[in-house]
T-cell receptor
Framework: DTAVSQTPKYLVTQMGNDKSIKCEQN?????MYWYKQDSKKFLKIMFSYNNKELIINETVPNRFSPKSPDKAHLNLHINSLELGDSAVYFC????????????FGSGTRLTVV | GNSVTQMEGPVTLSEEAFLTINCTYTATGYPSLFWYVQYPGEGLQLLLKATKADDKGSNKGFEATYRKETTSFHLEKGSVQVSDSAVYFC?????????????FGQGTTLQVKP
């Protein structure tokens, strides 16, 4: 009965490969997000979808492509992986209003070698 | 633009010491303010929140008061435990309903020694 679940938890891959991370939420929230946490723990938003519509698209290389098949799922596909993509990627969801924080998944640690 | 600034870490305390982690923000209007905690190897958990000026958020012995006049939301706990060792993030959310993204400070690592 996990609220926001991400898979896989760990991902080790070689430079140049293409990989995907999946996220699902069972909270009935309208909005889902992807955040990147770097080695210094800094969190930066990458994308946000509201009911399958892209609403936030920060300055992210176009090798990163989010896809939301329905409002409970938000996947992240990364093409041509680079060493600098190594980080922890967090999925999150929230209701529409500003008064609520986000519920985060447990993260996917991506290591590019 | 909107931003959050936290005190630099790491903060190292002995068990039962008093904790303060400073957080100030820059935003127009009245953002909602949050503290999140990240335990080693885990995701972020909402610790507490406040949605308007002078509100006090509290949870698990932690407290923070929304101070509009000083644009601050400092986190406090009267007596820390070893199990409180984690990274703490201050955050704000401001904007129209479906574009109000959560903006984080840089995080403050807390180490509590027995």
């Amino acid at each position: 009965d996990t609220a926001v679940s991400q898979t896989p938890k760990y991902l080790v891959t070689q430079m140049g490969n293409d990989k995907s991370i999946k996220c699902e939420q069972n909270l009935g929230h309208d909005t889902m997000y992807w955040y990147k946490q770097d080695s210094k723990k800094f969190l930066k938003i990458m994308f946000s979808y509201n009911n399958k519509e892209l609403i936030i698209n920060e300055t992210v290389p176009n090798r990163f492509s989010p896809k939301s098949p329905d409002k409970a799922h938000l996947n992240l596909h990364i093409n041509s992986l680079e060493l600098g993509d190594s980080a922890v990627y967090f999925c999150a969801s929230s209701p529409r209003t500003d008064n609520y924080g986000y519920t985060f998944g447990s993260g996917t640690r991506l290591t590019v070698v | 633009g909107n931003s959050v600034t936290q005190m630099e870490g790491p903060v190292t305390l002995s068990e039962e010491a008093f904790l303060t982690i400073n957080c100030t923000y820059t935003a127009t209007g009245y953002p909602s303010l949050f503290w999140y905690v990240q335990y080693p190897g885990e995701g972020l958990q909402l610790l507490l929140k406040a949605t308007k000026a002078d509100d006090k958020g509290s949870n698990k012995g932690f407290e923070a008061t929304y101070r509009k006049e000083t644009t601050s939301f400092h986190l406090e706990k009267g007596s820390v435990q070893v199990s409180d060792s984690a990274v703490y993030f201050c955050a704000l959310r401001k904007g129209s309903s479906n574009t109000g993204k959560l903006i984080f400070g840089q995080g403050t690592t807390l180490q509590v020694k027995p």
